[in-house]
């Protein structure tokens, strides 16, 4: 029990920090801050920017709602930014039930509700756009938060942070919330040098600790269990190893199958044994007096046959089966990741099937009545098309799918009612885990491979640790629960590397673009915009890597001046005798290198001549010195043939067994029926071998013989032989001519010279991976504004927009100088708002590996158009490769036809019909292409700007309006 002495002091220290903002702001929140979140505040309070790197569910928002606190407090503005619509959305109705409707707005691609109010949530891009065009809304911004600021490293929309963080006027604090990053004092330090003073704040405890398990059928373990003790060592749990091993058995399926050893029954509990958890904090304390799931509860179903209806591969319980037990576990609410849009709605459909209900009748009456209000905006003649009827049965019963395919409206009910605990389990893919916050009781993995837009492959530790950060809601549950799901071939060691791998590195995908050019050079002058990039994040990393390649050429130089001192010659410049013999060097190894290759190109020859029955004598073989040619022997895809030796070995024939070419040494009658897989058929022929060859033999005449062996240079074109013999005779005679060449220390000096010529190749290396890395963002910005003089966007020089530049700085998209060059030529002068709408959808338009299909033209204007685009983005594509710049991805034309007959008025259904795209893509796609519109309507002359207010409107209704916040 304290002191009164020290109850007083305590007392004292709360009434001090009572009295900040911090305090005030503390007082608020109705629970205790962590020691990292004490720590922000006070770096956020005492004016400096802070980046604040913590796991999912720690409460890294906290900070950034304390800088909208501090905000509001002091008379600024506050932006709080973030990556997706989804959350910008999410966050404005946190910030607006805590500081009311007037004091919050938000800005996003297709939502303005009180821009001007002090605190605006917005997506990134928006702030971008902002300060390009130099915004009034700009004035008096104080803070600026950065939430899932590690979205920087994504490759398609990453540049947009960088951009951010290096233009915001240095008056603006920033507050930077990231996932948990291993190189997160790196990236604090690039922030210290374009932000000044910024505090690094790493948090790598959870709040709610994470338990790994495996699920085999529907029986669940611990993935770790750890030995006696409080310092016992972490390892796979056995009992889970010995249940794998037993389903292997009970499918008929080996490691074989998978392509890795099985060996003796066993081995694969002996194999799995030794593996350590390397980090006891994400459920290595598995064995500490935690009773095994897998004892709780069993039942005859526990083992699920292949045969069970809706069973998944492998004898992977059904979905259905695994709500089932996490629901008796006690671990729902529940998110199932699948990877698959097609597999988040089969769940959906699997567990309507099975008759499952998951929270009570009148809940599902309740929400029932929900949804109806919040799709009152909805034709009712498109529910059907939408999947509403399933849609709302699920979420009626407790369950939902959660996927970008989904109506967006549809999506965001979901994370509503799962938010308030209103649903129990949601089948989702990844882009779940992007910042929403939508946590859970306990997080399922059906898959550790997922599609990357480019291939399956293996989910990253990164990814899982992001993915099952959902697992464990702060301040409702006492752990999370993370659960992978076994088939056959995952390894529980695999899973075990992937729970406790803690290694994320931060990368930068920072480029410049066209659009980000003339903006620079609008806003800064190019020189300045030059020095400007070299301040990006992305110029910082490259730059570190250059330091210590700097410091080895440093070394090297070093070096290379002690030996060139040692091989000094008093008779001559030895340095130039070295030369001299450096290069005579280098041209025989080249000789040598030529009449090698000659050499096994005849050998080659020789083997391919080699006929059944011939012997050949080998080479240092210990198969028997002598070999026959065997019938049909020819080896697949090589052409080597394969023979017999001397002591009943086969052995195939191969360039690389010769020195040089093989002789044939005699004949041997080999049995039209031989089998080579045959013990005794071998061994006889052996004998006859023997037999027949005991003493060397002739070569016949043109076999062999080493007729190409006598070392000549028969392979090298006569001129290019005699210019090679010239120079290498030139070279000897400069060098018996050098007054080095008769020097008693001669052999000494030339080690020394051999030295420096080796380490001289070593350090132009060098020097050559410094100038690729050096500067490299700003050259980049160099060529293409060398590519945007050359189209007429800057002046000649390079050094000033021109007046279809300024044009070109309101277009923001990925095409944008696509764009701009089809303004510029008026190539939409003739179309019509539904015509325009469709031409556009090409511009944004990029197909999934699922929904490719043929395009269809809504119209001879629409077609014309396309072309003319199409030839646009063949010019520009050509213009950017001459410049030594990536080209932009090809417009693709798959859905115009779609969005054509949708900006004219046809129903969703009609649209949809004979399509690939569903619903939820659809209404993305047509948000992007409102998007692009508005951009269009800003930079067009009056004639295309109107058309494209016009192809908006038209698009812009029915569903894809449906989801805007009013």
């Not at 300024?806 to 990925?814: C, F, G, K, M």
């Not at 900006?903 to 948000?927: H, I, N, P, Q, Y």
Request: glycine share 10%.
């Amino acid at each position: 029990m304290s002191s009164p002495a020290e109850r007083y002091a305590q007392a004292r220290v709360r009434a001090a920090r009572q009295a900040t903002a911090a305090g005030r702001f503390a007082d608020g929140l109705g629970f205790e801050l962590d020691d990292f979140q004490v720590r922000a505040l006070d770096a956020v309070q005492e004016g400096d920017g802070v980046l604040v790197a913590a796991p999912t569910g720690a409460g890294k928002t906290v900070v950034g709602e304390f800088a909208v606190f501090l905000a509001l407090e002091t008379g600024r503005k506050a932006f709080y930014t973030t990556p997706i619509k989804a959350l910008s959305n999410q966050k404005y109705h946190d910030l607006v039930a805590r500081h009311g409707p007037e004091n919050v707005g938000l800005l996003t691609g297709d939502s303005s509700i009180n821009g001007e109010a002090p605190v605006v949530v917005m997506t990134t891009e928006v702030l971008r756009n902002m300060m390009y065009s130099s915004s009034p809304t700009l004035t008096g911004l104080g803070y600026v938060v950065m939430d899932e600021v590690h979205y920087l490293a994504d490759r398609f929309r990453g540049a947009v942070w960088e951009e951010v963080i290096i233009h915001l006027p240095e008056s603006v604090q920033v507050v930077s919330l990231s996932a948990t990053v291993s190189n997160a004092e790196e990236f604090g330090d690039w922030l210290r040098t374009v932000r000044g003073n910024t505090e690094v704040i790493v948090a790598e405890h959870r709040p709610v600790p994470l338990w790994q398990h495996m699920m085999v059928g529907t029986q669940m373990f611990d993935l770790f269990v750890t030995d006696g003790g409080a310092e016992g060592s972490t390892r796979v749990n056995p009992a889970l190893l010995q249940r794998i091993e037993q389903a292997e058995r009970a499918t008929g399926w080996t490691r074989e199958d998978a392509g890795g050893p099985r060996g003796r029954r066993g081995a694969v509990r002996g194999r799995y044994a030794d593996h350590r958890g390397r980090d006891d904090r994400r459920g290595g304390r598995g064995g500490r007096g935690r009773a095994d799931r897998s004892d709780r509860g069993r039942r005859p179903d526990d083992v699920v046959p292949l045969a069970d209806r809706g069973a998944l591969p492998g004898g992977v319980a059904s979905r259905a089966q695994v709500v089932d037990r996490l629901d008796r576990e006690g671990l729902l609410p529940a998110i199932t990741f699948i990877f698959s849009r097609a597999g988040c709605d089969a769940a959906v459909g699997q567990l309507l099937g099975r008759g499952m209900r998951l929270v009570p009748e009148e809940e599902g009456r309740r929400i029932r009545e929900l949804v109806a209000e919040r799709i009152a905006e909805v034709d009712p003649a498109d529910l059907g098309v939408l999947g509403y009827h399933d849609f709302v049965e699920g979420l009626a019963r407790g369950f939902a799918a959660h996927h970008a395919g989904m109506l967006p409206l549809f999506r965001e009910i979901v994370e509503e009612l799962f938010t308030a605990g209103r649903v129990r389990a949601v089948f989702a893919t990844e882009t779940l885990a992007l910042g929403i916050n939508m946590p859970a009781r306990s997080v399922v993995l059906e898959k550790l491979v997922k599609f990357n837009g480019e291939t399956h492959a293996p989910v990253t530790p990164a990814e899982y640790t992001q993915l099952t950060g959902r697992a464990g809601r702060r301040g409702i549950d006492v752990e999370g629960h993370a659960v992978v799901l076994w088939r056959r071939g995952v390894d529980p060691v695999e899973v075990a590397g992937l729970a406790s791998t803690r290694t994320y590195p931060l990368r930068s995908s920072f480029r410049p673009s066209s659009n980000m050019a003339v903006n620079l050079v609008a806003q800064y002058g190019r020189p300045a915009a030059h020095e400007l990039l070299q301040s990006s994040f992305a110029q910082f990393q490259a730059d570190r890597s250059v330091v210590g390649l700097t410091r080895r050429l440093k070394e090297n130089q070093e070096a290379l001046d002690g030996y060139e001192e040692a091989m000094a010659c008093d008779r001559g410049d030895f340095r130039e005798y070295g030369r001299l013999r450096h290069e005579l060097s280098e041209l025989e190894k080249k000789q040598a290198r030529r009449r090698q290759a000659s050499r096994r190109a005849d050998i080659a020859v020789a083997l391919d001549e080699l006929g059944v029955g011939d012997v050949v004598r080998l080479e240092g073989s210990r198969k028997g010195t002598m070999a026959v040619v065997l019938p049909t022997s020819r080896a697949k895809g090589t052409g080597e043939p394969t023979a017999l030796t001397s002591n009943g070995s086969l052995h195939t024939l191969t360039v690389a067994g010769f020195r040089d070419v093989p002789d044939v040494i005699g004949t041997l009658k080999v049995p039209s029926s031989f089998n080579a897989r045959s013990p005794k058929a071998r061994k006889d022929l052996a004998s006859a071998l023997r037999e027949k060859v005991s003493e060397p033999l002739p070569g016949r005449s043109g076999r062999g013989g080493g007729s190409r062996g006598d070392g000549g240079d028969d392979g090298d074109a006569p001129a290019y032989r005699s210019s090679l013999e010239t120079r290498v005779d030139e070279l000897r005679a400069q060098l018996r001519a050098h007054p080095s060449h008769t020097c008693p220390d001669r052999e000494e000096h030339a080690r020394w010279a051999a030295r420096w010529w080796q380490l001289r190749r070593e350090t132009d290396d060098l020097q050559r991976r410094v100038s690729e890395r050096t500067n490299t963002v700003a050259k980049t910005f160099e060529r293409i504004c060398d590519l945007l003089s050359t189209l007429g966007y800057l002046t000649p020089d390079g050094l000033a927009v021109t007046e279809e530049g300024q044009r070109l700085r309101r277009i923001y998209t990925e095409l944008d100088l696509v764009v701009a060059e089809a303004l510029r030529r008026g190539s939409w002068q003739r179309l019509s708002g539904a015509d325009l709408a469709a031409v556009v959808s090409a511009l944004v338009h990029e197909a999934r590996g699922d929904d490719v299909g043929e395009a269809r033209m809504p119209g001879v204007e629409v077609e014309e158009a396309l072309g003319e685009i199409g030839a646009i983005w063949r010019e520009v594509s050509t213009l950017k490769v001459e410049h030594r710049l990536e080209p932009d991805r090809e417009p693709d034309p798959g859905i115009a036809w779609m969005v054509h007959r949708w900006a004219s008025g046809r129903g969703l259904e009609e649209v949809l019909r004979d399509g690939t795209l569903s619903a939820g893509d659809f209404v993305r796609r047509c948000k992007q292409v409102v998007d692009l519109l508005g951009q269009i309507a800003q930079a067009a002359d009056p004639p295309v700007a109107r058309t494209a207010r016009r192809a908006s409107s038209a698009v812009l209704r029915g569903v894809v309006a449906a989801d805007r916040l009013d």
